[in-house]
Every structure is written in C-alpha cells, then in structure tokens.
T-cell receptor, first 115, second 115 residues
C-alpha cells in the first residue's frame, strides 16, 4: 500500500470549511483513497473514499488531484463535534492472494475546531 | 450502516486472569477484524476472519486468540492477561463482496487495563 503524509494537527474556526490535506505521491493506479476519523475514545468512523473522481456525501467532499498524488478532505461547515483525528489511507482494490485486507492506519491529523 | 457491539466497554483486571472481549455484528458481514490501539498511537491489525471457521493473524503479533464459530460473533481471548496487554481493542467488519470498495465499520472498542 502507498504511504500517506498528513499534517500532525490543524485548527479551524467553527462554521468555516476545514480542508485537510493528504499526500500520497507513491499511489498506484488501483489504489483507493479512504478517509476515516476517530473521535476521542470511540472507534474510527468511515467518512468517504474515492479513486480518481471527486466525491461528495452528506459528511464531506473529497478532492483528488489529477495526478492522484494528493487529496483534500473538505468539511464544509465545521462544528465542535468535528474535532477528531482524521486518517487518510490508500488501499489497493482487487486485493488477491493471502494476507489481511484490513486498512493500515497512520497517525492522522488532529483537527481542532475552535469556537 | 453496520451495527457492531463490543463488550465490555471498559475492563480492569488483574494479571494472570483469562479474559474474553466480545464483538458481535448484525449486518451479516463476512469479514471481521481486531485492531489494537495504544493511547494516542496508531491502530494495528492483530486478527482477521473472512468467514466462519476462518481466522488469521494480522500485521502485529499478539498473544491473543480469536474464534469465528458464527458469522455474527468474533470474540478475542487472552489466556493470561499481563500489564503489557493494556490497550484499546477495536473490532471492525466489512462486507465480503467487493471488499475493495466497501469501508470498514468499527465498534466503539474495549479499553482494557491489566493491573
């Protein structure tokens, strides 16, 4: 799996858009980009994933650059409840053969929403 | 949305005791996973299962064992707990079909403290 690089922490004002960057410069053509978040003391929560097109759901938008070497997760109107650690993960599809297909979580970005 | 239940939520136990952490899911997902996470640190995959009677060790070596006798249950057992086992244990599931495009769903974890 391709490695990802994320800032250790970020601040954002409540009500503003939070833009979380992720660098995955070694991503392969068959690797998806997944975003999860983990609120303190809870299990990780799935947010969104994509391959090469931009994606949007009720939680967030995912913008993937044309060369797929980086992506940005956008929380359009951040609230205090969005304070969490956000993980960017890349994972190949059509995983075959032996071994685990569980996602590999790094250290993520600690997003702090300021009132 | 997957419903995943982990019990107990918190457990404090003495060294040498046998413990079983329960994980159950109601979605009929074939694939289940156990992750271990120390406070402020990354998640590490310790066990996974692709279906009934299928269990495998994950990326991180663990002294725990698992079983998968029924689709909905994936318990984790420590035969003799030690202080080094103090951690948070997170259970996750995903549908077996098209796993490349299906996200992991997590429970809220069991926070284990061994004294």
């Amino acid at each position: 799996d391709a490695k990802t690089t994320q800032p250790t922490s970020m601040d954002c004002a409540e009500g503003r858009a939070a833009n979380l960057p992720c660098n995955h410069s070694t991503i392969s053509g068959n690797e998806y980009v997944y975003w999860y978040r983990q609120i303190h003391s809870q299990g990780p929560q799935y947010i969104i994933h994509g391959l090469k097109n931009n994606e949007t759901n009720e939680m967030a938008s995912l913008i993937i650059t044309e060369d797929r070497k980086s992506s940005t997760l956008i929380l359009p109107h951040a609230t205090l409840r969005d304070t969490a650690v956000y993980y960017c993960i890349v994972r190949a599809y059509m995983y075959s053969g032996g071994g685990a297909d569980g996602l590999t979580f790094g250290k993520g970005t600690h997003l702090i929403i300021q009132p | 949305e997957a419903d995943i239940y982990q019990t107990p939520r918190y457990l404090v136990i003495g060294t040498g005791k046998k413990i079983t952490l329960e994980c159950s899911q109601t979605m009929g997902h074939d694939k289940m996973y156990w992750y271990q996470q120390d406070p402020g640190m990354e998640l590490h995959l310790i066990h996974y299962s692709y279906g009934v009677n299928s269990t495998e060790k994950g990326d991180l070596s663990s002294e725990s064992t698992v079983s998968r006798i029924r689709t909905e249950h994936f318990p984790l057992t420590l035969e003799s707990a030690r202080p080094s086992h103090t951690s948070q244990y997170l259970c996750a599931t995903r549908t077996g079909a098209s796993s490349y495009n299906s996200p992991l769903h997590f429970g809220n974890g069991t926070r284990l403290t061994v004294t």
